[in-house]
């Protein structure tokens, strides 16, 4: 098929799509979502072979002005329903310098709080300010149990360094005796992770993470 059949498909499809609205109730438009997903930052400090954040972002990189965040919260501030709130888009969340402020504010308006980082950055002291901002559920992402599984994919990353900083975070969540966050260990299966899954899964547990996620 052209590129420009495949345009003109594309077109009837939203086309059709337009015209089909019209039926659809507009009080379901104004239905608040159960999760608003906000961009703390499109950077990232690593360069991962597959992410288009590398290798296709065009945009200038920057990150979210709190002004900016608190006014999208307020509006919030009189509903009985507080959607999710995930810090999570094309860059690394844990950049953002004030990372626990827009957390800390989610969660004393009532709004649950999700994060999924790279770890680089996971620092003891940033550790215990994202448990006690009340943080909620947090994606840590190790790409293997060995040196070799995880920098295959996590380009800048350090194994060691990583490894440690997740160890570091479970354990200041026991020190803490916090509930929150719901701590998952994040794997994306490659050829070199595939083998070592229950390596992956018995190290989580033994750190006392609560799941593990085996991303395909």
Request: with cysteine; glycine share 4%; net charge positive.
């Amino acid at each position: 098929m052209s590129i420009l059949n495949k345009l003109k498909k594309n077109q009837f499809f939203w086309n059709t799509l337009g015209k089909m609205s019209r039926f659809y109730p507009a009080v379901k438009f104004k239905k608040i979502p159960g999760q608003i997903i906000i961009e703390l930052t499109n950077a990232c400090n690593l360069r991962c072979p597959v992410c288009p954040t590398h290798f296709a972002m065009k945009r200038a990189r920057g990150f979210m002005d709190f002004g900016l965040y608190k006014s999208i919260i307020d509006e919030f501030k009189n509903k009985k329903v507080k959607p999710v709130i995930a810090f999570n888009f094309a860059g690394e969340p844990l950049l953002h310098p004030e990372v626990d402020k827009f957390i800390e504010y989610a969660n004393q308006n009532g709004h649950k709080t999700f994060v999924s980082t790279n770890a680089t950055h996971l620092s003891k002291n940033l550790s215990e300010k994202l448990i006690t901002a009340g943080l909620s559920d947090v994606h840590l992402c190790l790409e293997g149990i060995t040196k070799k599984s995880h920098e295959a994919y996590k380009h800048g990353s350090n194994f060691e360094e990583v490894k440690k900083n997740i160890e570091n975070f479970t354990a200041a969540k026991k020190r803490l005796a916090s509930e929150k966050p719901y701590v998952i260990i994040q794997t994306l299966l490659t050829s070199f992770s595939e083998n070592e899954i229950e390596e992956i899964k018995q190290w989580a547990k033994n750190i006392g993470a609560d799941a593990i996620n085996l991303k395909l």
